[in-house]
T-cell receptor, first 113, second 116 residues
Framework: DSGVTQTPKHLITATGQRVTLRCSPR?????VYWYQQSLDQGLQFLIQ???????AKGNILERFSAQQFPDLHSELNLSSLELGDSALYFCASNSGTGYGGYTFGSGTRLTVV | AQTVTQSQPEMSVQEAETVTLSCTYDTSESNYYLFWYKQPPSRQMILVIR??????QNATENRFSVNFQKAAKSFSLKISDSQLGDTAMYFC?????????????FGQGTTLQVKP
């Protein structure tokens, strides 16, 4: 157990639907990062939150949004889902600076049918 | 733009032998951090080793070591005495600390198969 908890582990949904992925960071970590990994590809950075505030944005589609709550857990909302959104979505956390590397959750496998 | 390139999509090695995975990066920053992550079939991302750019000494973690060539912007991973459990995809990653951002930029990965 890495200390970063992601739920659900697997999600199958239809095109056009909306889903919410949840991430609880490791205890004490203030930063949460979301990454998307399509089949056999590298990890693409989506968005980062630090202590409730958005700090950096990557290649995140307008149909996607995220937030970090006062208890530091984060949610990634994906709407109007398309087949191409099928991927593994990772959440990672660190203390805020990233110097020590990131701790990753086990990911959410999203399948859009 | 900062980029990370792993030029070897797939590699294989015999058990107990040594293998080196290549990684190059592009940046104009002088202060940054480099990482190697391992992703086994379970898909969990596991930190293997990290290197601070201001440190000249190459990082080592047990059977894993890096060859950091700052001028060449090269950061290769050497795995000694390869074990079957080393079979995984390996990602090189780069990060520049900037305020409280510091997002990781990943390469495309190298799939390593260790053969018995």
């Amino acid at each position: 157990d890495s200390g970063v908890t992601q739920t659900p582990k697997h999600l199958i949904t239809a095109t056009g639907q909306r889903v919410t992925l949840r991430c609880s960071p490791r205890s004490g970590d203030l930063s949460v990062y979301w990454y998307q990994q399509s089949l056999d590809q590298g990890l693409q950075f989506l968005i980062q939150y630090y202590n409730g505030e958005e700090r950096a944005k990557g290649n995140i589609l307008e149909r996607f949004s995220a937030q970090q709550f006062p208890d530091l857990h984060s949610e990634l909302n994906l709407s109007s889902l398309e087949l191409g959104d099928s991927a593994l979505y990772f959440c990672a956390s660190n203390s805020g600076t990233g110097y020590g590397g990131y701790t990753f959750g086990s990911g959410t496998r999203l399948t859009v049918v | 733009a900062q980029t990370v390139t792993q030029s070897q999509p797939e590699m294989s090695v015999q058990e107990a032998e040594t293998v080196t995975l290549s990684c190059t990066y592009d940046t104009s920053e002088s202060n940054y951090y480099l990482f190697w992550y391992k992703q086994p079939p379970s898909r969990q991302m596991i930190l293997v080793i990290r290197q601070e750019a201001y440190k000249q000494q190459n990082a080592t973690e047990n059977r894993f070591s890096v060859n950091f060539q700052k001028a060449a912007k090269s950061f290769s991973l050497k795995i000694s005495d390869s074990q079957l459990g080393d079979t995984a995809m390996y990602f090189c990653a780069f990060m520049t600390p900037s305020g409280n951002t510091g997002k990781l930029i990943f390469g495309q990965g190298t799939t390593l198969q260790v053969k018995p």
